[in-house]
């Protein structure tokens, strides 16, 4: 894992924040094209490894799914939790499975045993998982 300097960290930042808004404004499409963009630069700069770069992949899985290909958004989301060195119960690796869930809605039991028993059963995250079942 690289050390980026603060301008390259900050033009990375920025670039995935207008993704993020692109795709929150309607058009997962152009999120999607951003963040298969910023995908390249982050590996380049920060390593395929850094937080940030799999951070990226996570996102660019979701806004293809949004953007009709949920074949896409599962393959990404699967790669990214096998690239994942962080151990099963890191917040970080849960958030991707919670991710998995929107595709694979045969998932969220299993998530939702491992937030209870990780996290608590009131713990915000354990609660937002236990509502997707609604």
Do not use: F, K
């Amino acid at each position: 894992m690289r050390t980026p300097d603060i301008e390259a960290s900050t033009i990375l930042s920025t670039r995935h924040n207008l993704a993020h808004w692109r795709g929150l404004a309607g058009d997962p499409s152009a999120a999607a094209e951003e963040s298969a963009r910023l995908l390249v630069d982050a590996e380049r700069v920060l390593g395929p490894d850094h937080p940030d770069t799999l951070d990226t992949r996570r996102n660019l899985a979701h806004w293809r799914g949004l953007a009709g290909d949920p074949d896409a958004a599962v393959e990404g989301l699967d790669a990214v939790l096998a690239d994942y060195v962080l151990g099963a119960d890191h917040p970080d690796t849960m958030q991707v499975r919670e991710n998995l869930v929107h595709w694979r809605p045969q998932e969220l039991d299993a998530l939702l045993a491992d937030r209870t028993r990780v996290l608590g059963a009131d713990h915000p995250h354990t609660v937002r998982t236990r509502r997707m079942r609604q």
